[in-house]
C-alpha cells in the first residue's frame, strides 16, 4: 500500500539520491538520498516508541535540517505531524497538547534524543501504507472563531498542494530557495519546503531573516519566499540590487498583503516582479499571479489550477465572502465536529472569513477580514480601503484601519499611521488628504501615530493587539 505525502516527499531521494538538498555554509550539507536514509531512522526510532498510525506527534522544535527529517518520518511512520510555534509558552503548549491528545510531545532536547536513539538503526523503512483521506498533519489556528483549532490536513491535501504549486512556480531540480521562514506554518513548511522536496531542488536553511544574509545569499540561488515585512526590510539593505538577484528567477510573497508601493521599488531596484498568492493553514495555497503572465500588484492572482474559489454576496463592486472547495481543502477541525456547520457551506464549500472581489480579468483582490469589517453608523467600512488611501499619502508608511466602539456610531473607523523617516505630517493633515478620496463615513474618525504595528510571526498586522492598544489612547484627532 502507498504512502501518498511520503512517496511524494522522498520522490527525489529515490530517484537522483545524490543530488544537493540543504547546502551551506549555516547548515549541515544534505542530499536528498540523506534525508531518506536520516527520516527511515527516525521512522524507526518512532515505531520502537509505540507510535502506530493516526497517533498525533506534536512538534516545538528550532528550525534545522533535523526538524525537517521529523516531519518526513511522522509521515513514514504513517502518523500525525503537528508542529507548534516555538514562541508557544509552556501554558500554551500545554493546552494545545491536552487537546491534541497525542503519542509523543518532541521538543529540541527530545530531538537530540531521537536522533541519538536513530543513529543506530537501519536507514531503511518500510513507509506505513496511507490513503489519500487519512491525516497528515494538523495545525493550530484561531481561525475565524477565537481559541485555537486543529485543522486536519490529509495526504491528499499536502501531495496536491506540493505537486500543484511547484507546477505553477515551474520548480526543477536546479532551483535553490533561500528559507528565511518557520517552519511550524504552511508557508515555511507546506510551501517552501514541500515544493523543494518535490522538485528535486536544493536549499539554504536561515534561521531568521536577516537581511545581509539574505542578501550574501540571493547570488547563488533562484527563489525566495517571504511575506512582506521581509521585502521591505531587503529594500533597506544596500546591497540589494540588479547584480545581486542576476539569478534569481522567483520571489514570491504571501500571508499579508503588500504595498503597491513594495512591489515598484522592489522591481526599480532589482528588475524582478514580486508574485503575490493567497492560502490558509486550512487550505494551503489557493490562488497565485502567475509564473509567466501579467503579475498585478493589489491581487492574489487567479485560482490555482484544480481549486475553485467563488465570492459571494458581492453587489455593485462591493465586496463580498471568498469562498473555496478542492482537493486542497482540510477535513475539518479536530474533535470540532459542531465547527462543520459554521465554517462550510451547505453545499460544501469553506468559508475563509476574507473578504474579496474578482476583476475582470479573473484576479482575485483580497479586501479584509470579514471579522475586520467595520459597521459604522450602519454603513459597511472595508479597512482595506482606507488603508489604501492613507498609505498612499506622502510621508505615510504604512498603516492599519480598525473599528473601535462608539456611543454615536456603534463604531468608529481609527487608523494607526507608521510615518516614513523624516516625515513631519500631523494627524489632521493625513485627515484633509484622505477625505479627498473616501466618502465621510469612512474617513477616520480618529488617527494615531505609531512607531510600528504590531505583528504576528508571519508579518500579518495583528489587529486585535492593535485594536486593544488603540482603545487605551487618547484621541489625537476627531470629528472635522
Known sequence: MANPLADLLLR?????????LLRGPHGPAWSHGDLDAASARLANALVARGVTPADRIVAQVGKSAGAIALHVAVARAGAVFVPLNTAYTGDEVAALVADADPALVVDDATLGDLHAEAASLPATFADVGRDAGDPASMLYTSGTTGRPKGAVLTHGNLTFSASTLAAA???TGRDVLVHVLPLFHTHGLFVAVHCVLVSGASMVLLERFDPAA?????P??????GVPTHYTRLLA???LDATATVGMRLFTSGSAPMLVATHEEFTARTGHRILERYGMTETCMLTSNPLDGERKPGTVGPPLPGVDVRVTGAEHGAPGAIEVRGPNVFQGYWRRPELAATEFTADGWFI???????DADGYLEIVGRAKDLVISGGLNVYPKEVELV?????????SAVVGLPDGDLGEAV??????EPGSTVRPDEIRRLARRQLAAFKLPKRVHVVDALPRNTMGKVAKAELRSALADLPAEMEGG
Request: net charge negative; charged share 15%.
Open 12 to 20: 527525489a531521494a529515490r530517484t537522483t539520491p545524490r543530488a544537493p
Open 169 to 171: 512556480w515551474g520548480f
Open 214 to 218: 539574505v542578501a550574501a545569499e540571493l
Open 220 to 225: 547563488a540561488a533562484t527563489v525566495l519566499m
Open 237 to 239: 539593505e544596500p546591497a
Open 352 to 358: 475563509t472569513g476574507d473578504l474579496g472581489r474578482f
Open 390 to 398: 492613507l498609505d498612499g499619502i506622502h510621508g505615510v508608511a504604512e
Open 414 to 419: 481609527i487608523a494607526a499611521v507608521v510615518l
